[in-house]
């Protein structure tokens, strides 16, 4: 059981690249998130998604895009990359049966975008 | 809009002092407050939690309590060990909502 996974742990991209950031969880959770973390600031919701096929806004979606294709994975994606989206990115997974709180933590991908 | 105040860190300590790390929060209603733990490489976890308000919430010998009068909810411990090692985050979930709102996170440091 290796919990929630994320891929790559760090990545450096050029202004304008794009890139997939995958996370995978093996624990049939239903919530599926993505958090960014910033020096100074906490963490904050990108986007989310409650069921396989389902994705929704959070706090700061724009420039992001993602995908659940299936239960298991959530795709961050971003098409143009901006230096303003170098930043630590969390992905998280819960069960449907358990609080807001109850969330399980990827152990992060680090992105610098010159 | 809701929000979450820690101290700023980093924090260095001896082994076996006393810990304590200020939250403070803005919420509307009556939020649920947590405090999650990072170990360096790994994801955050839920250290503790308190529903409402005089609630103590506890594990592995960290508490805190749920202040109301104050919009506190200060991380405490009595004898810290290196392996407490970590980046502490306070958090809330304002009363019936789905979203969490996280403080900015207070790295400890435990020395021999």
């Known amino acids: 059981n290796a919990g929630v996974t994320q891929t790559p742990k760090f990545r450096v991209l050029k202004t304008g690249q794009s890139m997939t950031l995958l996370c995978a969880q093996d624990?049939?959770?239903?919530?599926m998130y993505w958090y960014r973390q910033d020096p100074g600031m906490g963490l904050r919701l990108i986007h989310y998604?409650?069921?396989?096929?389902?994705?929704a806004k959070g706090e700061v979606p724009d420039g992001y895009n993602v995908s659940r294709l299936k239960k298991q994975n959530f795709l961050l994606g971003l098409e143009s990359a901006a230096p303003s989206q170098t930043s630590v990115y969390f992905c998280?997974?819960?069960?449907?049966?358990?609080?807001?709180?109850?969330?399980?933590f990827g152990p992060g991908t680090r992105l610098l975008v010159l | 809009g809701d929000s979450v105040t820690q101290m700023e860190g980093p924090v260095t300590l001896s082994e076996e002092a006393f810990l304590t790390i200020n939250c403070t929060y803005t919420?509307?209603?009556?939020?649920?407050l947590f405090w999650y733990v990072q170990y360096p490489g790994e994801g955050l976890q839920l250290l503790l939690k308190?529903?409402?308000?005089?609630d103590k919430g506890s594990n592995k010998g960290f508490e805190a309590t749920y202040r109301k009068e104050t919009t506190s909810f200060h991380l405490e411990k009595g004898s810290v060990q290196v392996s407490d090692s970590a980046v502490y985050f306070c958090?809330?979930?304002?009363?019936?909502?789905?979203?969490?709102?996280f403080g900015t996170g207070t790295q400890l440091k435990v020395e021999l």
């Open positions: 308190a529903t409402k308000a005089d």
């Open positions: 998280a997974s819960r069960p449907d049966r358990d609080g807001q709180e109850t969330q399980y």
């Open positions: 998604s409650v069921g396989e096929g389902t994705t």
């Open positions: 624990m049939n959770h239903e919530y």
């Open positions: 958090a809330l979930r304002a009363g019936g909502g789905n979203k969490l709102t």
């Open positions: 919420a509307t209603g009556y939020p649920s």
